[in-house]
C-alpha cells in the first residue's frame, strides 16, 4: 500500500475520478461538473460510479497480470525478464504496478461502498442499491483473490473512512490466509444476497459472483493440507459451479477463437470480466496488452513490440506442436486461438488486407523471425484500426484497445465442476463431470457435442492430471496458469515444483533459413537449452514492493489472526 493508494482511497471517498463515457453500460460522469455531495442522485448515477471498476483502476495491473500469470506459469517465453527465472525482487516494476493497482481497486470499492449508502438521494431505488453494491463486492472480492495469491498475506482494509479516521492505513498487520478466504468468501456471500440473476449485458451478476465463489473454494481446498483436498470446500466448489452451470442459461461461444474478438466482449460465456475503451482519453480506460505482446508493426500507431517474445516451446509442446515442422496439424482448434505459428493465416485479422499470415509476415516484412520460440501470441490482440472499427463501430488509438480481458469464463466453471468432483479421487466417471468436460473437449476440436461423444478424443474417466492439462490449453495465456500452480502448491508441493522446473524454457535459432528452405541443416542444434530455474518453496509467495514496505513495516512481520466477524457490508 503506498502513496498513490491513499490518493486513490481519498479519492473514492470524496469526488470520483473524472472520466469520459464508454460503451453504453459503461458511460461515467462527465470531469468537473459534481461532488459526492451532487451525485448519487438517480439510479443512471449510481451506475454510472460504478463503472470505472470495470477497467481503470485495474489498468497498471495489466503487464504484471500477464508475466504473473503466464510468465511465471512457463506458458511464455518473455526474454531476459525475471519472471522467466524466478528473480523479481521487491523493486521489479511490474509488482510496483500491480501493488498499486489492486489496493485502488480495492480503495475504489471501499468508497462506492460507502457513498451509495450514506449519499444515495430518494429517487435512488433500493434494487439499484444492492445492484451496485453487489458489482463492487464481486470485484472487492476478486481483488483480495489475486493478492492473496500473489503475496500470500496481506492486511484486510475494509472500511476507508474508519481508516482514514483511525490514522493507521499504514500500520495495520497482514491477515492470515485463511483469514483472507474466509473474508473473501463473506464478500461473496454478500453479493450473491444483493446482486440480481440477471443484469444488464457485460456487468456481473449473481452468476458472476457463483463463478467465482466456486474458484475460490477450489483453490481454498488445499490449503495447509498435505496430499489431499478438504472434502467440504471441494463440495462447495462443486456446488455453486453447478448452479452457473444449471441455472445461469449461460453457454459457450461456439467457436473457441470467436471469445476473444471485439463483438463477442460481452458474450454469453464470460462471467466476469474487464472492459476496456479503445482510446486514450482518459488514459487508463484502455487495454494495452496488444502492445505488449504483437509483433513489430502489427498495427499502424508503431505501438507493437511483443514480437520477440512468444507463446513457450513447453505450451507447444502441450498442444502437440513443434515448430521445427512446417506442418500444422491443428486438430485443437484453441492451438492456433492461443498463438501463431508458420503456416497460420488469420481472416480475422487485417481483414481490409485479406487476413495475417504468420510466415509471409516474418520472413518477407520483417526479414526475421521475431520470436524465439517460433510462436506469436493471439489472445489479446485486436489487429489493425480497421478491425477495430469493425468489431466495434470506432478506431482504436496509440497503445488502446477496447477488447475485453476475460477473468472467469463458462469452460473455466466446467472445468472447476470436473475437479471439484473427482476431488481426492484416483479418478471419477461422473456422468456430469464428464458431459462438461466434454463439451469443453468438443468445441476444442469444433465438433458438435453428440457427435464429438463417438470420436477417440472423448474423455470417459477423469483424472487430476487429464483436467490440470486441459484446463492449460483452455485457459493458455490467459493471466491464470500461474494461480493453477499456486493452489497446487497449496497441497502438492513438490508436484508444483517438478513441474515447472522440468519444463522446456528455452528458444531456437536457425528458423528463418528453415522456413525459407523447408530443411533442417543437420550441422545445426537448434534448440538452446536454458537451465532449470531455482524455484523453491518460497516462490510462491511474491515479494512485497519496496514502495509498500516503506509505507508499512509490518508487512515484514508475521500475519496475525483477525476476527473476521468483526466486518460487516
Not at 28 to 46: A, G, H, K, L, S
Not at 359 to 380: C, I
Not at 408 to 436: F, H
Not at 526 to 553: A, C, G, R
Request: charged share 25%; net charge negative; with cysteine.
Amino acid at each position: 500500500m503506498n502513496n498513490r493508494t491513499l490518493k486513490y482511497l481519498a479519492l473514492s471517498l470524496g469526488v470520483l475520478v473524472g472520466l469520459s463515457s464508454c460503451e453504453d453500460f459503461l458511460d461515467r460522469p462527465t470531469e468537473d461538473n459534481y461532488n459526492v455531495d451532487n451525485f448519487y442522485q438517480t439510479d443512471e448515477q449510481c451506475f454510472q460510479a460504478v463503472n470505472p471498476i470495470y477497467n481503470s483502476p485495474w489498468y497498471d495491473f495489466q503487464r504484471g497480470f500477464f508475466k504473473v500469470g503466464e510468465v511465471l506459469a512457463g506458458n511464455y517465453y518473455w526474454g531476459g525478464s525475471p519472471y522467466m527465472t524466478y528473480t523479481m525482487n521487491s523493486s521489479d516494476e511490474d509488482l510496483v504496478n500491480m501493488s498499486a493497482s489492486l489496493w485502488s481497486v480495492n480503495a475504489y470499492c471501499n468508497g462506492i461502498l460507502e457513498n451509495i449508502d450514506l449519499k444515495s438521494g430518494p429517487e435512488v431505488s433500493e434494487t439499484t442499491k444492492q445492484t451496485v453494491k453487489g458489482e463492487a463486492l464481486v470485484w472487492k472480492a476478486m481483488t483480495y483473490f489475486y493478492l492473496v495469491r500473489v503475496f500470500g498475506e496481506v492486511p484486510i482494509v475494509h472500511n476507508n473512512s474508519a481508516e482514514i479516521a483511525a490514522g493507521n492505513y499504514n500500520e495495520k498487520y497482514k491477515a492470515t490466509i485463511p483469514n483472507i478466504y474466509d473474508y473473501i468468501l463473506m464478500t461473496l456471500d454478500k453479493a450473491i444476497e444483493w446482486l440480481p440473476e440477471k443484469n444488464a449485458t457485460g456487468r456481473i451478476d449473481r452468476y458472476s459472483a457463483y463463478a467465482l465463489m466456486s474458484k475460490v473454494y477450489l483453490t481454498k481446498s488445499g490449503y495447509g493440507m498435505d496430499g489431499s483436498r478438504n472434502q467440504d470446500d471441494l463440495d462447495k466448489a462443486a456446488a455453486y459451479a453447478l448452479k452457473v452451470i444449471d441455472e445461469s442459461g449461460r453457454e459457450l461461444v461456439p467457436v473457441f477463437s470467436d471469445i476473444f474478438r471485439l463483438q463477442n466482449n460481452f458474450s454469453s460465456e464470460s462471467l466476469l470480466a474487464w472492459h476496456w475503451r479503445g482510446d486514450r482519453d482518459p488514459w487508463t480506460q484502455q487495454n494495452t496488452l496488444q502492445s505488449d505482446l504483437a509483433l513489430t508493426g502489427f498495427t499502424e500507431f508503431g505501438d507493437s513490440w511483443g514480437g520477440y517474445a512468444g507463446p513457450s516451446v513447453d505450451l507447444q509442446e502441450a498442444f502437440g506442436e513443434d515448430a521445427l515442422s512446417l506442418d500444422r496439424v491443428n486438430r485443437d482448434t484453441r492451438r492456433k486461438a492461443t498463438m501463431m505459428m508458420y503456416g497460420d493465416k488469420y481472416e480475422y485479422f487485417w481483414a481490409d488486407k485479406g487476413g495475417f499470415d504468420w510466415a509471409d509476415y516474418n520472413l518477407n516484412v520483417l526479414e526475421e523471425v521475431q520470436s524465439g520460440t517460433g510462436a506469436n501470441q493471439v489472445k489479446h490482440l485486436v489487429g489493425n484500426n480497421n478491425d477495430h472499427v469493425l468489431g466495434l463501430g470506432y478506431g482504436m488509438a496509440n497503445m488502446a484497445t477496447g477488447l475485453s480481458t476475460h477473468l472467469i469464463r463458462l469452460s473455466d466453471v466446467y472445468l472447476i465442476y470436473a475437479e471439484a468432483v473427482l476431488g481426492n479421487q484416483g479418478s471419477s466417471s461422473d456422468a456430469k463431470a464428464l458431459e462438461v468436460f466434454n463439451r469443453v473437449r468438443a468445441r476444442a476440436f469444433g465438433k458438435p457435442y453428440d457427435e464429438f461423444l463417438n470420436t477417440s478424443d472423448v474423455a470417459t474417466s477423469l483424472t487430476f492430471d487429464l483436467i490440470w492439462k486441459e484446463r492449460r490449453l483452455e485457459l493458455a495465456t490467459e493471466g491464470d496458469r500461474w494461480y493453477d500452480y499456486v493452489r497446487l502448491h497449496y497441497f502438492n508441493p513438490n508436484k508444483a515444483i517438478n513441474e515447472l522446473r522440468d519444463q522446456a524454457r528455452g528458444t531456437y535459432n536457425g528458423l528463418k533459413a528453415f522456413y525459407e528452405t523447408g530443411t533442417l541443416d543437420p550441422s545445426t542444434t537448434y534448440y538452446n537449452e536454458v537451465p532449470k530455474p531455482n524455484i523453491n518453496d518460497s516462490h510462491f509467495k511474491l515479494p512485497f514492493p519496496d514502495t509498500d514496505l516503506t509505507m508499512n513495516k509490518h508487512l515484514l512481520e508475521e500475519a496475525v489472526e483477525v476476527d473476521i466477524s468483526q466486518f460487516s457490508y
